[in-house]
Structure formats: C-alpha cells, structure tokens
C-alpha cells in the first residue's frame, strides 16, 4: 500500500531501475507515516562513504507524540545490500544519473522507500510528453462523444 508518493519524480526524471530500501525511523515518524503526513517534493537521495542517505524528505510531527527536538527534514539512512549500493555508485558516478525517492509504502508490515534511478529529462521531452498526453486526451474524448450520440 502507497504511502507517500513523488509525484515529480516521473515527470522531471526518466526512471531507468527502483530499489527497494528499508529506511531507519523512529516510532512517531512510522506512526506519521501510517496516517498520510508527508512529503517527497524537493527530497533527494545521496551515497556517503559507502552509505546510502535519504535527505529533506519532510515527514511532519506525529501529533500525539513528544516533538521537543524534532526535525521534520533530518538526513534518514537507508538499509539496502551492498550490492545494491556498488551498483547505486557505479550509475550515479557517471554524468546525468540520479537517485531519486519514488514512495513510501508498507510492505509485510515495514515501511519501505523506492528509489529510482534516473537521468533528467530535458525541457523539450518534458513539453512533447505533456502535448502527447493532451492530444491522447482529446481523441479519446471525442471517440466517445461518437460512440454515445444516437
């Protein structure tokens, strides 16, 4: 079950691969999670030293928890297998690659994030694929305005 979902991540990236990675939480954040409070926009994800970081993800306060020191936007390290990580650096070593969150979703009881991996897209394939879309749009519109008039 989706949890969170990036909705710019598609539009502003072409993704090639997803990973699945667990992500280490607290309880009030995995509680925020479950109900919804969330956001992906403006996130992104980051390989240090051989570890894989999740950064300005913003899940908000749980609103029946202690939230003295809490930061909505803090670094959360993502739990992937090594090889998953070479492969992670291997990628986004060479030009126009990027890690990119996808969602947030439960899977057997676990929170878990995908993460694409992706090159951007340029500005003229983000307008061609919004014009396709439009003129799709219209056609099937109008097909069955035909197939209902009698």
């Known amino acids: 079950m989706k949890l ?16 699945q990675a667990g ?23 980051k390989v240090v030293g051989g570890e894989v970081f999740l950064l300005n993800a913003q899940i908000t306060p749980y609103k029946f928890a202690d939230n003295t020191d809490y930061d909505p936007k803090r670094t959360r390290k993502l739990l992937l297998k090594k090889k998953e990580i ?27 994030l995908n993460v694409g991996l992706g090159r951007g897209k340029k500005e003229f394939e983000k307008r061609a694929i919004l014009k396709s879309k439009a ?3 219209d056609i099937d519109r109008h097909i069955k305005d035909r197939l209902y008039i009698k």
């Open 135 to 137: 003129i799709k749009k």
């Open 4 to 19: 969170l979902i990036n909705k710019k991540a598609n539009h502003d990236y072409q993704i090639q691969k997803t990973f």
């Open 86 to 112: 070479v492969e992670m650096i291997g990628y986004t070593e060479k030009k126009g690659w990027s890690l990119v969150p996808l969602s947030f979703e439960i899977v057997r009881n676990k929170i878990k």
């Open 23 to 45: 992500i280490s939480l607290s309880g009030a954040e995995v509680k925020s999670l479950r109900n919804k409070s969330g956001s992906l926009a403006g996130s992104y994800v």
